[in-house]
């Protein structure tokens, strides 16, 4: 006999809550195989040959929900002096395939009490019933009301006002959706998290719109629910918050996690829609940042762009200054011959859109980065108003894996960005007939390269290991794919785990 050493990993504020489950599942198991076990919070110890550890290892493979908050490192012998457990452990119900197998043959013994137009439904006829009366009333274009594990929800075939979207199962997400191999996994894991995903072309004007929030069923009540509708060919339902009596509600025997909503990079990295109160952005950058000397880049929509060194004081790196109206940065274009000599070609190719970009109201110069590409798509044309969001949606739309390169440089004294290569470049673009998505991607691609030499000359200067990256621009997952892409690792980039941004 050896002692092996499960070991894991807690993350974020639910780590404690599901370790504890893990470690009871894992002891209940280990005790049904004769197995001796010990425990710590982020490690399992089991007594056993090397065929006894395998033949666990492979149960958990099948039987174990991954989880967001408590990871799996790896497993290894261990010559540590332990006090080893023999007594019965209660399994919670988390089992996966137990849960599958339950739904396939008509077991409801995962759902509790069920009152379905506030009458009790007191056994498996009567609740098989409720719940094919709720499709019924949803095939037939009705809403209704539900009140799950996380509240009350409306339920419709039909997109609501600020709804997300719960899909029956995750080939039906596969199927109507661009993600990834890292967001499915996360989509099914036992949090059962929301994730923005971002539809394939032909489901936009169903969904009316091209990004939504995907989820899978997070309580065995939606699930029962989600098997019956895959057998009328529903594979999705758009689901919103209501304030009204629910016409169904249920209790489940399973744990309840909270509402959570991540964006997930490609390379599994999980960055939380939270917001935390703070002002001004120095504090909330203190709630989470590295202690050891770093470099922080906080990037808001409408908040100043940050750029900072900590060495035990936060210093300024960068004060960014830009220009932000049209018609100032069509000015900035024509600070040379080359520039003047676009311009007049950019004029012939686009008379109307020159004439009224140059009648714009000059503004003040902005600290915001984002107000400069506001201000450079409208430039393009491909904005008729000041929308920093609107770069961000027309990449969305982009299929490839490379756009345009559009130059981004910084001036030297002081150091800022310098507008006029980026104009120059991207309106070059722009007369060569290049489509919206396509440069909008080219100037997100291009900017992440750019702050990403901007981070690796900081790392090389000041010897700085980490940084720090916060902010909601961070969130839109068509740019921080690039950021995961472009940063250098040489500088080891470091996220806030519980909030990206601030509320004042």
């Known amino acids: 006999m050896e002692n092996f050493v499960f070991k894991f990993e807690s993350i974020g504020e639910l780590g404690t809550q599901v370790g504890a489950l893990l470690m009871d599942f894992l002891s209940a198991h280990a005790h049904a195989q004769n197995l001796s076990y010990a425990t710590t919070p982020e ?195 758009f689901m919103a918050p209501s304030p009204n009596t629910p016409h169904l509600s249920y209790t489940t025997k399973a744990p309840s996690f909270p509402h959570q909503v991540f964006s997930v990079a490609k390379n599994g990295l999980l960055l939380p829609h939270a917001r935390t109160h703070a002002n001004p952005t120095l504090e909330f950058v203190r709630q989470e940042a590295p202690k050891e000397p ?21 210093k300024e790196l960068l004060r960014w200054q830009v220009p932000t109206s049209p018609s100032t940065l069509l000015q900035e274009v024509q600070k040379n011959a080359k520039g003047r000599k676009l311009y007049a070609n950019y004029q012939k190719a686009y008379p109307e859109l020159c004439a009224r ?30 929308d920093p969001y609107a770069l961000f949606d027309q990449a969305k739309s982009f299929l490839r894996t490379k756009g345009p390169y559009i130059d981004f440089k910084l001036a030297k004294d002081p150091p800022n960005l310098n507008p006029a290569p980026t104009l120059r470049s991207a309106m070059s673009y722009a007369l060569g007939g290049t489509d919206a998505p396509t440069m909008c991607f080219g100037i997100l691609d291009s900017l992440a390269q750019f702050l990403g030499n901007i981070i690796y000359d900081t790392h090389t200067q000041f010897h700085l290991n980490h940084v720090y990256l916060c902010g909601e621009v961070f969130l839109q997952k068509v740019f921080l794919d690039l950021c995961v892409e472009y940063f250098p690792k040489e500088c080891t980039p470091i996220f806030p785990l519980k909030h990206m941004d601030y509320l004042a």
Not at 78 to 86: A, R
Not at 298 to 306: A, D, V
């Open 43 to 237: 490690a399992f110890y089991l007594q056993a040959t090397p065929q006894q550890a395998q033949s666990f290892a492979d149960f958990l493979s099948q039987h174990l929900p991954l989880a967001l908050s408590f990871k799996f490192v790896g497993v290894e012998v261990t010559g540590q002096t332990l006090e080893f457990n023999t007594s019965p452990k209660m399994a919670p119900p988390i089992d996966v395939l137990e849960e599958r197998n339950a739904l396939e043959h008509g077991n409801l013994d995962g759902i509790g009490e069920v009152i379905y137009e506030q009458k009790p439904c007191l056994d498996f006829a009567e609740i098989t019933h409720a719940f094919q009366d709720i499709l019924d009333r949803l095939q037939q274009k009705q809403h209704v009301i539900l009140k799950t594990s996380r509240g009350i929800y409306t339920l419709s075939c039909t997109p609501l006002e600020n709804s997300s979207v719960l899909f029956m199962d995750l080939a039906s997400v596969l199927s109507l959706t661009r993600l990834d191999q890292r967001s499915a996994q996360a989509l099914c894991t036992l949090e059962k998290p929301q994730l923005v995903a971002t539809l394939k072309e032909v489901f936009v004007s169903d969904f009316k719109g091209l990004e939504i929030y995907a989820q899978l069923p997070y309580d065995f009540g939606l699930a029962l629910l989600a098997h019956l509708g895959l057998k009328r060919d529903i594979s999705y339902l």
């Open 357 to 386: 970009l140059e009648q714009s109201p000059i503004t003040e110069p902005s600290h915001n980065l984002l107000d400069f590409l506001a201000g450079l798509l409208q430039v393009l044309g491909l904005s008729k108003t000041h």
């Open 294 to 314: 770093h470099l922080v880049l906080y990037l808001n929509f409408e908040r100043p762009t940050c750029c900072w060194v900590y060495d035990g004081v936060y």
